[in-house]
């Protein structure tokens, strides 16, 4: 039973480069997230998705881009990475505030980045 | 825009002890969350209070939610070794938004 998914989980970049970080969860969850988390700052939320096709800004959105073709996928970009982007990325989904769902996020194993 | 607040953000105590974790938020919610992290893990759902006067409890740890004073408490009963983490409260930012604003959390360590 896989859960959530993060690829990579580590990552080194220079300054200027590109990359993504891809979240998969496989149990039919309508939301997913992305938190940043560091030192002393708690997780912040980066940006969010209510189901395919669909994405939010949260508090922190600058310098990302994400996209949510499918369900099951939520991926999270950044084009030019800047030293401020060094931190551990969580994803996270949730069924909903439905009459059969609490709205509980699960979470991922996190994907640790480093920019140089 | 919703602040979630906790305190303290460090606690060390000894085993055997009680103490009390406090959130508070700044705007009308009534579901509120907590999770536990342990040291380069990943956040694992503790408690969910959904109604104001909510309590909820398992084992050495007890949540309970008011909204009318925008707090919620996790009670840590006879504290244990096990117990050491980081706790975080979580607030759904608003009916229908599913946008989900995390505390900076409280570091516990419960030495022997």
């Known amino acids: 039973n896989a859960g959530v998914t993060q690829t990579p989980k580590f990552r080194v970049l220079k300054t200027g480069q590109s990359m993504t970080l891809l979240c998969a969860q496989d149990m039919n969850h309508e939301y997913m997230y992305w938190y940043r988390q560091d030192p002393g700052m708690g997780l912040r939320l980066i940006h969010y998705?209510?189901?395919?096709?669909?994405?939010a800004k949260g508090e922190v959105p600058d310098g990302y881009n994400v996209s949510r073709l499918k369900k099951q996928n939520f991926l999270l970009g950044l084009e030019s990475a800047a030293p401020s982007q060094t931190s551990v990325y969580f994803c996270a989904s949730g069924l909903g505030q439905g009459a059969r769902d609490t709205g509980e996020l699960f979470f991922g194993e996190g994907s640790r980045l480093t920019v140089l | 825009e919703l602040k979630v607040e906790q305190n303290p953000l460090f606690l060390s105590m000894q085993e055997g002890k009680n103490y009390t974790i406090y959130c508070n938020y700044s705007?009308?919610?009534?579901?509120l969350y907590w999770y536990r992290q342990d040291p380069g893990k990943s956040l694992e759902s503790l408690f969910v209070l959904l109604s104001n006067g909510a309590v909820k409890q398992e084992g050495r740890l007890m949540a309970s939610l008011d909204t009318k004073a925008r707090l919620s408490t996790l009670h840590i009963t006879a504290a244990v070794h096990d117990l050491s983490a980081t706790y975080f409260c979580a607030v759904d930012a608003g009916s229908g938004t599913y946008k989900y604003i995390f505390g900076t959390g409280t570091r516990l360590k419960v030495l022997a």
């Open positions: 998705s209510v189901g395919e096709g669909t994405t």
């Open positions: 705007t009308t919610s009534d579901r």
